[in-house]
């Protein structure tokens, strides 16, 4: 399967590039435009009136949305919807046949990978249902009459969805869901826009599947395959990082912030010195106002940090491809990025490279992404505050080079 990777910064004009590609195209082929959130559907729909785009709704008619997208595909329109409904499809929810006739075109990557949430005790009783292939490491269920707690399983399993990582001696340390890769290879052709591609979850996945890689870059807002240079100068130098060494300590040790760090410090004084830095940061750093405040951290840990002065300017780690928080003007991300141990295991065990420059690249790319949902967009000066230095150090060292 090949992917073609449109790989470029916020601002050069990725999605505007794609717009005109398919405005341009006077054919009758089809596509499928997936977008991390509703706004963005909306845009779609208006840039490309030529196209009918249509985005799939529940109501009593057309059935759930995976159900009216399923509905939309079978008549050939074109279709733009969300992240979170394309993550539903599977063979049981559309004939991949149908794909065939579409281009779909990834606006971000999407979680294409992650760690089925099941305890040891849950997981050794499971584990007698499952045959996990020598070659694959897909799990297969082997208890066709089985009806019970397992049931949700028994039916990932058998959608050929989830794999399984192994010790030396075949026992399963875990399972892990993947998005089916044969819903990706029915489609004529994919595009993936994005930054930093080759720091992210989706490169490592397609790799795992043996996919190959077409480079495309953007010109005057149109896709051209002639590499080109794309210059970061005078963006990267609106952003001023905060180097206040009080504020800063917190996040010395090279898994500070980390998301083990916060299970272990959870009830900590950490966390109200957290609050303060943040607050303190926001006030004394800073001369935005109140609605300019953008903070985050991992989810779980949202209500041990946030405190009255910025409790509502909160937003999700992982943030992409917005433009939501674009008069944001000053950001504190309080996270040091790392792969979850059992998803970097499952690649490594299946010789799928995921070592400290990989994992470097991974951290660097979801700061970059999360950074560029603010008031940068606008060529509007922020201020950032990144106490992680492991974090921080991989971001400063990003802003001298101008061209990446």
Known sequence: MKVNVVDAGCGIGKTTALINKMNEDTSEQKYLFVTPFLSEVERIKKACPNKNFVSPTPNDKKGTKIEHLTSLIREGKNVVTTHALFKKIDEEAISIELLQNYILVMDEVADVVDELPISK?????????ITVHPRTHMAE??????????????????????????????????????????????????????????????????DYFGATYTQWYVKNYRLTPTPQVYDYTKAKSLI????????????????????????RKRRSYEMIKLQNNIY????????????????????????AIKRKGFTKSFAPINSRATNEYSHKRAIAYIGNRYFKPTIKNFFTFNNIAVGKEFEDKFALSELVQFIYRSAIRNNKPIDVYIPSKRMRTLFLEWLKKPND
């Open 121 to 129: 005790s849950d997981l050794k009783l499971l584990s007698n249902k």
């Open 141 to 206: 269920w082997n208890d066709e009459h089985y009806q019970g707690a397992f049931d949700e399983y028994k039916k990932m399993i058998k959608m050929n969805n989830v794999f399984a990582y192994v010790d030396k001696d075949n026992t399963i340390i875990s399972l892990m869901w993947m998005f089916p890769y044969k819903v990706f290879k029915s489609f004529k052709e994919i595009y993936v826009l994005t930054y930093m591609f080759d720091g992210q979850i989706q490169k490592r996945y397609f």
């Open 240 to 263: 001023r990082v905060c180097s206040d060494t009080s504020l800063n300590e917190i996040g010395n040790k090279n898994t500070s912030l980390s998301l083990s760090w916060f299970s």
């Open 280 to 303: 303190n940061f926001f006030r004394s750093h800073t001369k935005a106002n109140s609605k300019e405040l953008l903070w985050t951290t991992f989810k779980e840990y949202r209500g």
